[in-house]
Structures are given as structure tokens and as C-alpha cells.
């Protein structure tokens, strides 16, 4: 076993030869990392944007045990980030993974977008996913212009107008909550005829004063000049075009998993998610998979860190037979 390190003031190291190099930096990644530093593993994380991930921009999470007032997402991802790096995990973020390679010597080479190349002698891939696009007219056009995927990014900017949801999932729900406190009124389109979420935010949403509900109903384009105008949907059971006023769409139809740089590399389902068994591991020796990036998951944090502490005891298994 290697002697634990704590202190984390020297960046990524290409000469360095990591334990473990985990790629991507949420709530499963930042758990493995907790688990895989403090054990005394030489530990890095890549993370190809801001860290924290998907929760991070969450607004409010309230299944999360041990708070049971709620914790905002961020908050909640940078406790995780803190701990990681008091027990001496290295973070760098902003540099994208784009392939990863096995020697004859069993070790991994990890590239990334910025030219770098990082060697590990077991990887965690915890790259979770990202909003699914609908491939409407105007979607494109306009994004970061009225078209936005993240309401807790984003819902500040509509103080007093109208704007729409796209989707009534848990994320929809729980992401036009903050939108509700903002907005002057919120409009839900939904392709089913009921909503998916939890009972308990749907009866939250659907009481609130400034919600309307338009469910069967299919986006089919969004209209403006420079800035988001309307949106116009179709009832899917009279074929009827409504176009409604809005300021901004807030879309939450689904996940994409990223997991494109390792076609080829690893199992995967039909979906592109990776297939791993129950100890986390992939079809290949030494990489291991955790939390929304790996098949028939449940996208939840708790999930997540259950996975990366199942990932981490795992690797550990994997480093001290090599």
C-alpha cells in the first residue's frame, strides 16, 4: 500500500504514474476518489468541465440522506470535492478525456483535448450524461439565447416573464421549482398524458399558482428574432399547432451518456450507457464504470455514491493483486 498523501498544491503530473485515474468528477467519481486517496492511492480526476457534475447545478436536492432540510447541489458537490482533496486526490478540470488506450504492460494512457497524456494502472469511467437534445427548429439557434438545459443556471435571468418547461420528469419538476420562485408564469409541455416525477414534487408543481399543465403535447419549434419568442407545440391527440409566448424554454427530455471517446473500448448497451457487473467492472480488465454512465441506472446522487464506493473497493481488489 502506498503512503497517504494530503498534500494536493502540485497540479497533474504526465510523468506520473497514477493508481487510479478517474474520469469525470461527480458524485460517483468524487467517491471513488474519497475512498481510493484515503486508502493511500495515487489518485487523479479529469473532468472535462466545472466539477460536481449534473447535481452540481441542481438547485435543491432533498432525498439526499443527512440533510433533511435539503442541500443545494452545489454545495453538496463541493463538500464531496473537499474531501477528496484533503486526503490528496489531484482535480483537473476542463480538459476532456478523447481516448484511452491499454499498454502490453497493463498500464492505461489516458489523452485528453489539451494534448495531454496521463498514465493510471486502473481507470473509473464517471462521465455521466448530458441533456438530450430534441432536434426541433430554432432549439439550436437560439440556445443561450431563451433555450437553456439548466434552470438553475439560468432562471435568475427570467425574474417576472413567462417561460416554458419541456418535460415532466423528475428533472422538469425539480428544476422548475426554482423557476417558480422567479418566473411570473411557468407552462409545462409534456409528450404523455401524466406526469413521471414523484408524487410529492408533482403535487408540489401542479398547485402552485403560477403553473399550467398542457400535457400530450409535442415541442415542434422555437421562434424569435434574436432572443426566444415562442414555442409551438402540437396536441398530440387533435394534431392542433398552439404557439405559446415565452421568454425561454427550459428543455429536460432525457439523458445522452458520454461515452463516445470509448466506443470500441468498452461494452456497451443499445443505449450507449456501459454494461458492468455487479463490482462495477467493464468488459476490460482494470477499467471500472460508476453512476449515470453505466446501463440500467437509476440517475440519482445517492445511487451514484453508492456505486463509486462499490467502484472504489473494487479497484483496490484490482491494484493489490497486480
Known amino acids: 500500500m502506498f503512503s497517504l498523501n494530503i498534500d494536493n498544491s502540485e497540479a497533474a503530473d504526465e ?23 484515503r486508502d493511500g492511492w495515487k489518485t487523479l480526476l479529469l473532468e472535462k468541465e466545472a466539477s460536481g457534475g449534473l447535481a452540481a447545478s441542481t438547485h435543491m436536492i432533498e432525498n439526499y440522506p443527512g440533510f433533511p432540510k435539503g442541500v443545494s447541489g452545489s454545495d453538496l458537490m463541493d463538500n464531496f470535492q473537499a474531501q477528496a482533496e484533503r486526503f490528496g486526490a489531484t482535480l483537473e478540470e476542463f480538459d476532456g478525456v478523447k481516448s484511452i488506450s491499454k499498454g502490453d504492460d497493463g498500464v492505461f494512457t489516458i489523452s485528453t483535448d489539451a494534448g495531454k497524456n496521463y498514465r493510471g494502472r ?37 425574474k417576472d416573464e413567462e417561460v416554458v418547461v419541456i418535460g415532466c420528469g423528475n428533472s422538469g419538476l425539480q428544476e422548475a421549482e426554482i423557476l417558480l420562485e422567479y418566473a411570473k408564469k411557468v407552462t409545462f409541455v ?30 415542434t419549434e422555437v421562434k424569435g428574432e434574436k432572443l426566444v419568442k415562442s414555442l409551438v407545440v402540437k396536441n398530440r391527440e387533435t394534431d392542433e399547432l398552439v404557439e405559446i409566448p415565452t421568454a425561454a424554454v427550459f428543455i429536460y427530455v432525457g439523458y445522452k451518456p458520454y461515452t463516445d471517446f470509448i466506443e470500441g473500448l468498452v461494452d456497451l448497451d443499445k443505449y450507449g450507457y456501459i454494461v458492468t457487473d455487479k463490482k462495477m467492472r467493464t468488459s476490460v480488465s482494470g477499467i471500472f464504470a460508476a453512476g449515470d454512465v453505466v446501463s440500467e441506472n437509476l440517475a440519482q446522487v445517492a445511487v451514484a455514491v ?17
Do not use: W
Open 15 to 37: 510523468n506520473e504514474l497514477y493508481d487510479v485515474v478517474i474520469v469525470g468528477a461527480g458524485s460517483a467519481g468524487f467517491t471513488t476518489a474519497i475512498y481510493s486517496s
Open 122 to 158: 486502473a481507470i473509473l469511467l464517471a462521465t455521466g450524461s448530458e441533456p438530450k437534445k430534441l432536434g426541433i427548429p430554432g432549439e439550436a439557434e437560439f440556445y443561450n439565447k431563451g433555450v437553456s438545459y439548466c434552470a438553475t443556471c439560468d432562471g435568475p435571468l427570467y
Open 190 to 219: 409534456e409528450f404523455l398524458d401524466h406526469s413521471i416525477a414523484e408524487k410529492v414534487l408533482q403535487d408540489r408543481v401542479k398547485s402552485h399558482a403560477k403553473t399550467t399543465c398542457m400535457f400530450s403535447h409535442m415541442a
Open 306 to 322: 453508492g456505486d463509486g464506493a462499490k467502484a472504489a473497493v473494487a479497484i483496490r481488489e484490482y491494484l493489490q493483486n497486480l
